[in-house]
């Protein structure tokens, strides 16, 4: 596991404690404004990308009026600035290639502040393609193993419903459940998304998230603490920025090298 799907293991394994309630509140009702105007409709039923939105909003408790004021502001019911979708491609520390996702109502303050963080810890802001050709977009579905059953059955099980790669994890201490639990990221091509949702949840797992993501088709190897650090810190800055929804970059970081910095 590496890059964007590693990276959100590590927040969660760290409680997620970084990131302030409001500013996720901030980023996920941009998101749903965005879904909305991007599609016209506020239906969630019609509309997939909303759906999932939606969902992720009520993860982190978002209240229903919030969701409201986001969808009727996609839609234009309420005044307010354009906000328009931007993705900025960088190289950060280690020579690690980032893909960063965002939300704005300025593009040119968003850019100066995302090339801000590049610079200021030994990054670069790229060209467009410069490194979008390092990852592919793919449907990324994070499931929860059925505990009664054996993860290499489990893993062959979604492979059979049409998974094209499957990774697994160990997710430290569900406060739902307890204890560690046994955790799958389904990847498939981005089209099948929703279909293959269906499909998994029809066989009995149960599902956490599902998204469109850049999956790293090349890896960049991190083996030393020091520079571990300087990659993670760095990524955690830009998803710290207001207006960055979603950062994916294409390190492979130890675990034992992860453990030392969490």
């Not at 965002?102 to 790229?126: C, F, H, W, Y």
């Amino acid at each position: 596991m590496s890059g964007h799907s590693k990276w959100s293991t590590i927040k969660r394994a760290k409680g997620a404690a970084d990131i302030k309630r409001g500013l996720t509140f901030t980023k996920v009702a941009n998101a749903i404004t965005i879904a909305v105007k991007q599609s016209g409709s506020g239906d969630p039923a019609s509309n997939p990308r909303l759906r999932m939105v939606i969902e992720e909003a009520r993860s982190v408790n978002m209240p229903k009026e919030n969701i409201q004021r986001a969808i009727d502001r996609g839609l234009g019911k309420l005044p307010g600035q354009t906000l328009e979708e931007v993705i900025y491609e960088g190289f950060g520390p280690g020579k690690v290639a980032f893909m960063v996702e965002g939300v704005t109502d300025n593009k040119m303050r968003t850019l100066q502040e995302v090339k801000n963080i590049l610079e200021r810890n030994g990054g670069s802001l790229a060209g467009q393609g410069s490194v979008a050709y390092m990852f592919d977009r793919k449907g990324e579905i994070r499931v929860k193993s059925q505990e009664s059953r054996v993860k290499e059955d489990e893993m062959l099980e979604l492979i059979d419903l049409g998974a094209e790669d499957v990774e697994d994890y160990n997710e430290p201490f569900d406060s739902a459940q307890g204890k560690d639990m046994q955790k799958y990221l389904v990847y498939i091509e981005s089209s099948e998304l929703n279909t293959m949702g269906n499909k998994i949840t029809q066989a009995g797992f149960m599902i956490e998230s599902q998204e469109l993501v850049y999956k790293p088709n090349i890896l960049v190897s991190v083996k030393d603490l020091e520079t571990a650090k300087k990659v993670l810190d760095f990524t955690q800055k830009l998803e710290e920025l207001d207006d960055v929804q979603k950062v994916y970059a294409n390190f492979d970081i130890p675990e034992q090298i992860i453990e030392l910095r969490v």
